[in-house]
DNA sequence: TCCTATATTGGACTTTGTCCAAGTCAAGAT
DNA sequence: ATCTTGACTTGGACAAAGTCCAATATAGGA
């Protein structure tokens, strides 16, 4: 059973045939896949699981902060399983593929080739996230280098 | 009229009312709209003015480089004029407000207190974006599986 | 004023995601 | 091993955001 699975049951999950194809679905590195793509995967395994049970199960797994819920362009959202290492992504305009990159020094300036996955980068954007004064405190997002 | 509008025409648009409005909507500091925000505004001094022309002429917009389309959380796109002064941005995960910011020194330090805009800022996350191996230079965007 | 390429329109359609009532099942209790 | 129960899953209806298209209107040059 996968680390992520040990640390759900330890939280109280109930373990289901489809949470389980969902969790081994999610396994690797520079895994981003869109929810259908998700479910197109967990399907091969457990044909009558639903879209719904995707959609809940990502959400969960958001919230307990076990995967980052990544939105880059205004198509569907991504979900990354590499949550509890520090990284920032690397975008195809053209596809919406995703790689994880690790940061050295001034964000700003170029990525190092090494970290380029042969893509030609042409852009970069920062964002902070927060709670502006008429929301005030919330469901507060989980800070990866921000102070 | 406004420079925006003047830069346009240079580029040999058509005038119409509909693309005046719509340039009257995004004018100010901290302007970012998401498309309905822009038709509901226009409505008011248009009120025939389409959802269709408001799309096409954002989508214009920012084909020409006068205005920043953000993607930030999963909803809808918001439309920045603020286009020819590189910034940054704060976004409220609460209700969506945006604001304009500009970094001193290193992104992944705290932003200074008089750029907060009285927000609570919790994360900051930085994205690369470019051109994959298989999808080349270009500006085509087309849909294949990521990954 | 006329002409016509360009722009606008409403509505159908797509994609992505949410919500819900009804049925199912994991796992602790017996 | 079976029962019980509340959490989980399901399919379908619904919604938000955006695209596409054929028909219509119009800005701006001739």
């Known amino acids: ?11 109280g999950w109930r373990l ?7 969790a081994e679905v ?3 590195e520079h895994v981003h896949f869109t929810a259908d793509e998700v479910h197109a995967r967990a ?19 958001v919230a307990l902060g076990e995967v ?3 939105t880059t362009d205004g198509r ?3 979900y990354d399983p590499n949550a509890h290492q520090p990284h ?3 975008v195809c305009s053209g596809c919406g593929a995703m790689r994880d990159v690790r940061l050295a020094g001034d ?3 170029a990525l190092p080739e090494d970290e380029r996955f042969g893509f030609v980068v042409s852009d970069v954007t920062v964002t902070y996230y927060g709670r502006c004064p008429e929301c005030g405190a919330g469901d507060l997002r989980e800070a990866s280098g921000a102070d």
Do not use: C, F, W
């Open 16 to 22: 289901t045939a489809q949470r389980r194809v969902i």
């Open 1 to 11: 059973m996968s680390d992520l699975l040990r640390r759900l049951r330890e939280r």
């Open 88 to 90: 920032q992504h690397l």
């Open 68 to 70: 980052i819920e990544v």
């Open 43 to 61: 399907v091969a395994r457990l044909p009558e699981i639903s879209r719904a049970s995707v959609y809940n199960t990502l959400g969960e797994l």
């Open 107 to 109: 964000p700003l300036r």
């Open 76 to 78: 569907a959202k991504r």
């Open 26 to 28: 999610l396994d690797g």
